[in-house]
C-alpha cells in the first residue's frame, strides 16, 4: 500500500524556517518524481514545488522561489522541503505528492496520483 | 500562464441527480494533462480522472470526464451521498482551478 506521510508542520515566526518531511512507503521511491502542493485555510490548492526522481531537477513556483528548496534522499524514501524566511502568506496545510508513472514512451507522469494527509504550517508572532 | 476557471463556483444537488462541472482554461492545453481531483473536509485530495477521460484506479464509473483544447468537463452521472464535495481540475502538474463546491441542495 502507497503511503504519504508528511511532519515537521508547526508554528514558526514570520522571518522563520522550518523543513518537512515526507515519509514514503509502499512503492520504490527513487522512481518518482514527487511535488508539494499547499492549501491555505479555507482556500484553494496552490502548487509549491517539484523533484525529479534522481533529484536532479526541481522547480519552485514563483511564490516560494529563492526562499523554498526541494530535496530528497532516497536511501530514506523520504522527500523534504526546506522553507525559509516565511511570511504569513505561506500559512497553509503542506502536502507531499506521488506523481503517477509516465505513460509509455513518455517522460512525465499525468496527475497526482497520491497524496500525504498533509501538515499544517502557521506562521505568526 | 494559463488559468484554469471553474463553474460554478457552488452546486447544489440532490442524491441521484446529475452534475456538471466545468473547467475552462485560459489557452488550449493538452488533454493529456488535464486532471480532476476530489477534496473531503480535513482530507487530502484524491485524483479521480487524469488525462481529460480516464479514471483513476478504483473510481466508480459515474464519474466521468470529457473535453479538450480549452473546455473540459467533469460529470457524475447519479449523485451519492459520498460524492458532495470540492473538485479542482488541474492542469498537470502546476496549475489548479480554483474549485467548485458540490453541496447538498
Known amino acids: 500500500e502507497v503511503q504519504l506521510v508528511e511532519s515537521g508542520g508547526g508554528l514558526v515566526q514570520p522571518g522563520g524556517s522550518l523543513r518537512l518531511s515526507c515519509a514514503a512507503s509502499?512503492?520504490?521511491?527513487?522512481?518518482?518524481?514527487m511535488h508539494w502542493v499547499r492549501q491555505a485555510p479555507g482556500k484553494g490548492l496552490e502548487y509549491v514545488s517539484a523533484?525529479?526522481?534522481?533529484?536532479?531537477?526541481?522547480y519552485y513556483a514563483n511564490s516560494v522561489k529563492g526562499r523554498f528548496t526541494i530535496s530528497r534522499d532516497n536511501s530514506k524514501n523520504t522527500l523534504y522541503l526546506q522553507m525559509g524566511s516565511l511570511r504569513a502568506e505561506d500559512m497553509a496545510v503542506y502536502y507531499c505528492?506521488?506523481?503517477?508513472?509516465?505513460?509509455?514512451?513518455?517522460?512525465?507522469?499525468?496527475?497526482?496520483?497520491?497524496w500525504g494527509q498533509g501538515t499544517l504550517v502557521t506562521v505568526s508572532s | 500562464e494559463i488559468v484554469l476557471t471553474q463553474s460554478p463556483g457552488t452546486l447544489s444537488l440532490s442524491p441521484g441527480e446529475r452534475a456538471t462541472l466545468s473547467c475552462r482554461a485560459s489557452?488550449?492545453?493538452?488533454?493529456?494533462?488535464l486532471a480532476w481531483y476530489q477534496q473531503k473536509p480535513g482530507q487530502a485530495p484524491r485524483l479521480l480522472i487524469y488525462g481529460a477521460s480516464s479514471r483513476a484506479t478504483g473510481i466508480p464509473d459515474r464519474f466521468s470526464g470529457s473535453g479538450s483544447g480549452t473546455d473540459f468537463t467533469l460529470t457524475i452521472s447519479r449523485l451519492e451521498p459520498e460524492d458532495f464535495a470540492v473538485y479542482y481540475c488541474q492542469q498537470f502538474p502546476h496549475t489548479f482551478g480554483q474549485g467548485t463546491k458540490l453541496e447538498i441542495k
Open positions: 509502499g512503492f520504490t521511491f527513487s522512481s518518482y518524481a
Open positions: 505528492a506521488r506523481e503517477s508513472p509516465p505513460p509509455t514512451g513518455t517522460t512525465h507522469g499525468q496527475a497526482f496520483d497520491y
Open positions: 489557452q488550449s492545453v493538452s488533454s493529456s494533462y
Open positions: 523533484i525529479s526522481s534522481n533529484g536532479g531537477s526541481t
